[in-house]
């Protein structure tokens, strides 16, 4: 018994946010060298009363209009996001209820970042095969727009806010084949926000904004990220990752249809082309229009692969997550 992924679609904000604007806006910004390396052209931004929980409800609906049978017979909600609504309930249970699905359903929420697809996919494998679920629906969402300061250059060029809905359902074909987790918590402090939980929690004192050796500006309730180190961590130990699976499950790299990277940025996911020789013909990258949407990113390259005809059925993937924890997750799977 496997998984399959029977439905797949997402929803990006109406708003969106140029290069351009934001030169006009900070005109001391290098936005052609920020451009080169990020490789963000624009990026989709939620409004100020937009949140995670009404751009899921939008990817659903988009959904909802592929075939509403989709919706039929779903017994599992699983939410991945790191900006939820409200702090209790879990968003799973808001969407339940806007969706008006069963009462009997399983619903939570977890929170990861740039690895979750890989996550929510894997969770959902294990419900299904142990037979507590048959029809899952997932979805990736995120709103990181709302914890970037405006005035810090490294993450708001890079960031765009997005939610992918996904139906995952059992069959008696190949599906997922392998996967393999990484944590390394001791380099939390790379990518986090430090106020706003229970160890600092936000106060009029975390609201100062302060300026950093290369002159971005930013609280201690905005996102941090030293993006040189975040980098390195990605260079050095996500190829390790992916050449063991390869290994363990006697697999080249040339035998890999598709690899869908977590859309960190354009160098990142040159430099992994580069690192592991990968054809970059099998490589989706989409991040000039939409940015890095965290958690999401991965399912909605995958959309863009098959509105392209790019992705088809019975293709073996590679599935590449990477970033906040640090958290690292690859998965091979047959779509």
Same mark, same amino acid.
């Given at each position: 018994?496997s998984?399959e992924?029977?439905?797949?679609?997402?929803?990006?904000p109406a708003n969106?946010?140029?290069?351009?604007?934001? @030169? @006009?806006?900070?005109?001391?910004?290098?936005?052609?060298g920020?451009?080169k390396?990020?490789? *963000?052209?624009?990026?989709?931004?939620?409004?100020?009363?937009e949140?995670?929980l009404d751009?899921?409800v939008?990817?659903?609906?988009?959904?909802?209009?592929?075939?509403?049978?989709?919706f039929?017979?779903?017994?599992?909600?699983?939410?991945c996001?790191?900006?939820?609504?409200h702090?209790?309930?879990?968003?799973s249970?808001?969407?339940?209820?806007?969706?008006?699905?069963? &009462?009997?359903?399983i619903a939570f929420?977890?929170?990861?970042?740039?690895s979750?697809?890989?996550?929510s996919?894997?969770?959902?494998?294990?419900?299904?095969?142990?037979?507590?679920?048959?029809?899952?629906l997932?979805?990736?969402?995120?709103?990181?727009?709302?914890?970037?300061?405006?005035?810090?250059r490294?993450?708001?060029?890079?960031?765009?806010?997005?939610?992918?809905a996904?139906?995952?359902?059992?069959n008696?074909?190949e599906?997922?084949?392998?996967?393999?987790?990484?944590?390394?918590g001791?380099?939390?402090?790379?990518?986090?926000?430090?106020?706003?939980?229970?160890?600092?929690?936000?106060?009029?004192?975390?609201t100062? &904004? &302060?300026?950093d050796?290369?002159?971005n500006?930013?609280?201690q309730?905005?996102?941090?990220?030293?993006?040189?180190?975040v980098?390195?961590?990605?260079?050095?130990k996500?190829?390790?990752?992916?050449?063991?699976i390869?290994?363990?499950?006697?697999?080249?790299?040339v035998?890999i249809?598709?690899?869908?990277?977590?859309?960190?940025?354009?160098l990142?996911?040159e430099?992994?082309?580069?690192?592991?020789?990968?054809?970059?013909?099998?490589?989706?990258?989409?991040?000039?229009?939409?940015g890095?949407?965290?958690?999401?990113s991965?399912?909605i390259a995958? @959309?863009d692969a098959l509105r392209?005809?790019?992705?088809k059925?019975?293709d073996?993937?590679?599935?590449?997550?990477?970033? *906040?924890g640090?958290?690292?997750?690859v998965?091979?799977? @047959?779509?």
């Amino acid at each position: 018994m496997s998984i399959e992924i029977t439905a797949l679609d997402y929803y990006l904000p109406a708003n969106i946010v140029t290069n351009s604007d934001l @030169k @006009k806006e900070n005109p001391d910004w290098d936005l052609d060298g920020i451009e080169k390396r990020s490789g *963000v052209l624009e990026r989709h931004i939620a409004c100020q009363d937009e949140t995670a929980l009404d751009l899921a409800v939008a990817a659903c609906h988009n959904l909802f209009d592929q075939g509403s049978d989709h919706f039929q017979d779903i017994d599992a909600i699983i939410f991945c996001t790191q900006s939820p609504d409200h702090i209790m309930p879990p968003n799973s249970y808001l969407l339940q209820k806007r969706l008006n699905l069963s &009462e009997d359903i399983i619903a939570f929420d977890f929170n990861l970042a740039c690895s979750g697809y890989i996550y929510s996919l894997s969770i959902a494998h294990s419900l299904i095969y142990s037979q507590m679920a048959t029809k899952i629906l997932l979805i990736n969402a995120d709103t990181y727009s709302k914890y970037i300061n405006s005035k810090d250059r490294s993450t708001r060029v890079l960031f765009g806010d997005g939610a992918a809905a996904t139906i995952v359902e059992k069959n008696d074909r190949e599906g997922m084949i392998d996967v393999a987790f990484s944590s390394d918590g001791g380099s939390y402090e790379c990518f986090y926000i430090p106020a706003g939980g229970c160890r600092l929690p936000q106060s009029p004192s975390t609201t100062k &904004e &302060e300026k950093d050796s290369k002159g971005n500006i930013r609280t201690q309730n905005d996102i941090y990220m030293d993006g040189l180190s975040v980098w390195a961590a990605i260079n050095s130990k996500v190829p390790r990752q992916i050449k063991s699976i390869l290994k363990k499950n006697s697999i080249s790299i040339v035998d890999i249809d598709h690899f869908f990277f977590h859309q960190a940025s354009k160098l990142t996911l040159e430099s992994l082309i580069k690192v592991l020789g990968i054809d970059k013909n099998k490589v989706m990258i989409n991040i000039a229009d939409k940015g890095n949407t965290v958690s999401a990113s991965i399912p909605i390259a995958m @959309k863009d692969a098959l509105r392209e005809d790019i992705l088809k059925r019975g293709d073996l993937l590679l599935l590449s997550g990477f970033g *906040v924890g640090m958290s690292y997750a690859v998965m091979l799977i @047959k779509y």
